[in-house]
T-cell receptor, first 115, second 114 residues
């Protein structure tokens, strides 16, 4: 069973601090990774995606991927109370001999940014 | 505007009743998905379709049925065989690129039992 694991939290950080959200995945063949933000009662919205080892920055967000360790992280700089939400990590399934567009989602980490 | 439209936003099901949730997209996406989310839980895949007139079971397909007669539409029927249907149902879609394309979500439908 392919899995994506996240700490459910809550992760509490003060306003202005860096929030670090982590995710591990079991499918060594996964090539693509996605971070979604989900506010309470709402649907997930895409924040970032990353395919290559290393860092990818977009505004206050940085995604980090380490395929050797099967580890993905999301850093949020200058955290704001409006960043308080559940963050879902997702991995694309590997395609050994087949074609699939499916993603495997983690259960999410609840982030609480304290004013 | 391009997007994914789910309707209705709230739905109530009576005992023994089948109900159908609508999902329409005008993004020209190839693949469409249905997920179920229970409170405090992650997303569980019910069914997905990568091409018109073809669909595959996900992890929790029992008690659900789908059709994909048009590229832009992927309705989900929750049958009376689904004994615990109360959940938040999310429809998603993306271009087909072997898992490299992000999935985009509709606003969801909340289903409850009367």
């Amino acid at each position: 069973q392919k899995e994506v694991e996240q700490n459910s939290g809550p992760l509490s950080v003060p306003e202005g601090a860096i929030a670090s959200l982590n995710c591990t995945y079991s499918d060594r063949g996964s090539q693509s990774f996605f971070w979604y933000r989900q506010y309470s009662g709402k649907s997930p919205e895409l924040i970032m995606f990353i395919y290559s080892n290393g860092d990818k920055e977009d505004g206050r967000f940085t995604a980090q991927l380490n395929k050797a360790s099967q580890y993905v992280s999301l850093l949020i700089r200058d955290s704001q109370p409006s960043d308080s939400a559940t963050y879902l990590c997702a991995a694309g399934l590997s395609n050994y001999g087949g074609a699939t567009n499916k993603l495997i989602f983690g259960t999410g980490t609840l982030l609480a940014v304290q004013p | 505007d391009g997007g994914i439209t789910q309707s209705p936003k709230y739905l109530f099901r009576k005992e023994g009743q089948n109900v159908t949730l609508s999902c329409e997209q005008n993004l020209n996406h190839d693949a469409m998905y249905w997920y179920r989310q229970d409170p405090g839980q992650g997303l569980r895949l019910i069914y997905y379709s990568q091409i018109v007139n073809d669909f595959q079971k996900g992890d929790i397909a029992e008690g659900y049925s789908v059709s994909r007669e048009k590229k832009e539409s992927f309705p989900l029927t929750v049958t009376s065989a689904q004994k615990n249907p109360t959940a938040f149902y999310l429809c998603a879609s993306n271009l087909f690129d072997r898992g490299r394309e992000p999935q985009h979500f509709g606003d969801g439908t909340r289903l409850s039992i009367l």
